[in-house]
């Protein structure tokens, strides 16, 4: 019996060998995340059409304050007939007329509309540094989920060797008699589960992959991406310099331009009570014998009906401002609470990140080499080995997700508060190596690097 359960672990480690990996591609360079931001504020679409947007903008302002086009008359006057010149060379009355007129609003009106379409071009184009942040922040956040996951692959792969290792060792006790057909089930089923913690892992990877492909715009069967291995960035600054970031955030100036844009609409809705004016003049040419004639003419509009339109207008106005007042406000709210949020997520997991540098992944090596060198020697059960190398095992993914997690948090607090979020060095601290094998536990001390 115990020779038949040793076959059976036998074909089952070996086909479970055999199934094919998901994992990350060999070999494959890392991109720098530099790079990728570069691409992406050349190549993203929304970028492209933010800056579309804004060249438009710039081109309005001119059009709005200028005056209107003049419009070129022509008119005849008839006499004796109902066809056009009829009576023109042998009648005084007859002529016929060419002019030009020309409509001034009144002054101020056509400056006030540049301005307020300035203040629109102006907005479009902090809407175009708003985007750029948004898509960098994005770009970011995949690119350090990809790292992470890469790190947890790596991780997993190395895992599946060591508990070949002690689903071996547990075979072999097994039939010496020293162990029990439990144990050695136990670790298969443990090598399986793992396989499909990889097939999950490499799923969550393939859609990180997805999403930054599509922020660069990339075809999705265009090479794969490889990231750099994760580096813990400096902790954020202190929350003052981060209100002054907050208050250069493109989102908020854009809604500050809104309100200086309302305000303008306000005092063009004052200048339509105003009446416009409108010029003309016309050449009026007769017959030989009859001296020429010409006219000059002005217009004025009267606004008589100001209770339905201008009265309106003005209230109308006047609710958009108030309206672009409480947006800036509940921008700037949203944004302190957004860099509050991001502040006290990264201030945590940096705090974490230190614990399991210097307290739990050692510890749980040290644990995991412990009990596996007891369980060889037969004074340490089989669950306790396992129960060790899944504790190890889980702390060193939950580091490196922390760590992504940290470096996700500080970039949507860049995103938020800009180049104020944090200094740009990079922390010259300590990260654990993607894993060690059975007798060490690889510890770095420079960058993050082993």
Same mark, same amino acid.
């Given at each position: 019996?115990?020779?038949?359960?040793v076959?059976?672990?036998?074909?089952?480690?070996?086909?479970?060998?055999?199934?094919?990996?998901?994992?990350?591609?060999?070999?494959?360079?890392?991109?720098?995340?530099?790079?990728?931001?570069?691409?992406?504020?050349?190549?993203?679409?929304?970028?492209?059409?933010?800056?579309?947007?804004?060249?438009?903008?710039?081109?309005?302002?001119?059009?709005?304050?200028?005056?209107? *086009?003049?419009?070129?008359?022509?008119?005849?006057?008839?006499?004796?007939?109902?066809?056009?010149?009829?009576?023109?060379? *042998?009648?005084?009355?007859?002529?016929?007329?060419?002019?030009?007129?020309? %409509?001034?609003?009144?002054?101020?009106?056509?400056?006030?509309?540049?301005?307020?379409?300035?203040?629109?071009?102006?907005?479009?184009?902090?809407?175009?540094?708003?985007?750029?942040?948004?898509?960098?922040?994005?770009?970011?956040?995949?690119?350090?989920?990809?790292?992470?996951?890469?790190?947890?692959? %790596?991780?997993?792969?190395?895992?599946?060797?060591?508990?070949?290792?002690?689903?071996?060792?547990?075979?072999?006790?097994?039939?010496?008699?020293?162990?029990?057909?439990?144990?050695?089930?136990?670790a298969?089923?443990?090598?399986?589960?793992?396989?499909?913690?990889?097939?999950?892992?490499?799923?969550?990877?393939?859609?990180?992959?997805?999403?930054?492909?599509?922020?660069?715009?990339?075809?999705?069967a265009?090479?794969?991406?490889?990231?750099?291995?994760?580096?813990?960035?400096?902790?954020?600054?202190?929350?003052?310099?981060? %209100?002054?970031?907050?208050?250069?955030?493109?989102?908020?100036?854009?809604?500050?331009?809104?309100?200086a844009?309302?305000?303008?609409?306000?005092?063009?809705?004052?200048?339509?009570?105003?009446p416009?004016?409108r010029?003309g003049?016309?050449?009026?040419?007769?017959?030989?014998?009859?001296?020429?004639r010409?006219?000059?003419?002005?217009?004025?509009?009267?606004?008589?009906?100001?209770?339905?339109?201008?009265?309106?207008?003005?209230?109308?106005?006047?609710?958009?401002?108030?309206?672009?007042?409480?947006?800036?406000?509940?921008?700037?709210?949203?944004?302190?609470?957004?860099?509050?949020?991001?502040?006290l997520?990264?201030r945590?997991?940096?705090?974490?990140?230190?614990?399991?540098?210097?307290?739990?992944?050692?510890?749980?090596?040290?644990?995991?080499?412990?009990?596996?060198?007891?369980?060889?020697?037969?004074? $340490? *059960?089989?669950?306790?080995?396992?129960? %060790?190398?899944? *504790?190890?095992?889980?702390?060193?993914?939950?580091?490196?997700r922390?760590?992504?997690r940290? $470096?996700?948090?500080?970039?949507?607090l860049?995103?938020?508060?800009?180049?104020?979020?944090?200094?740009?060095?990079?922390?010259?601290?300590?990260?654990?190596?993607?894993?060690?094998?059975?007798?060490?536990?690889?510890?770095?001390?420079?960058?993050?690097?082993?």
């Open positions: 019996m115990k020779i038949i359960t076959c059976i672990v036998a074909v089952a480690a070996a086909w479970a060998q055999g199934v094919p990996q998901p994992r990350f591609p060999p070999r494959l360079p890392p991109t720098p995340l530099s790079a990728l931001l570069r691409e992406a504020d050349q190549a993203n679409p929304a970028i492209r059409a933010a800056r579309r947007f804004w060249q438009a903008a710039r081109q309005v302002p001119n059009q709005v304050s200028s005056l209107p *086009d003049p419009e070129f008359n022509f008119s005849t006057m008839n006499v004796g007939g109902p066809l056009p010149l009829t009576g023109q060379f *042998d009648q005084m009355m007859g002529y016929a007329g060419i002019g030009v007129s020309e %409509a001034l609003p009144f002054p101020g009106k056509l400056r006030l509309r540049g301005d307020m379409a300035a203040r629109a071009a102006a907005a479009a184009g902090e809407n175009v540094a708003a985007v750029r942040r948004r898509v960098a922040a994005a770009v970011a956040s995949t690119y350090y989920t990809i790292g992470g996951l890469q790190q947890t692959l %790596a991780i997993l792969a190395r895992d599946r060797r060591l508990l070949a290792v002690v689903a071996q060792v547990a075979a072999n006790r097994y039939a010496v008699g020293k162990g029990n057909q439990a144990d050695v089930l136990r298969q089923l443990e090598m399986t589960q793992l396989l499909a913690r990889q097939t999950v892992q490499h799923r969550e990877w393939a859609i990180a992959e997805a999403r930054l492909k599509q922020l660069l715009n990339r075809a999705l265009s090479p794969p991406i490889a990231a750099a291995r994760l580096q813990q960035s400096p902790p954020p600054t202190a929350p003052p310099r981060l %209100a002054a970031g907050i208050a250069a955030n493109p989102d908020l100036r854009a809604r500050a331009l809104e309100t844009r309302a305000q303008l609409g306000v005092k063009l809705a004052h200048q339509d009570f105003y416009d004016f010029i003049y016309m050449y009026q040419a007769t017959g030989p014998s009859f001296p020429y010409s006219s000059f003419s002005v217009g004025v509009s009267l606004p008589v009906f100001f209770h339905r339109k201008q009265d309106a207008a003005l209230s109308q106005a006047g609710e958009a401002l108030a309206a672009s007042r409480d947006a800036y406000a509940a921008e700037r709210e949203s944004l302190a609470y957004q860099a509050r949020q991001w502040y997520q990264a945590a997991d940096a705090q974490l990140l230190r614990i399991y540098r210097g307290g739990l992944l050692p510890q749980a090596a040290a644990t995991w080499r412990a009990t596996l060198s007891e369980y060889e020697s037969g004074r $340490e *059960d089989f669950q306790t080995v396992i129960a %060790a190398l899944l *504790d190890y095992q889980n702390l060193q993914e939950s580091y490196w922390t760590l992504a940290h $470096e996700t948090a500080l970039a949507h860049r995103e938020v508060a800009g180049a104020n979020a944090a200094p740009p060095r990079r922390l010259r601290g300590v990260a654990p190596a993607s894993g060690p094998g059975r007798g060490a536990l690889n510890v770095g001390t420079h960058g993050g690097r082993p």
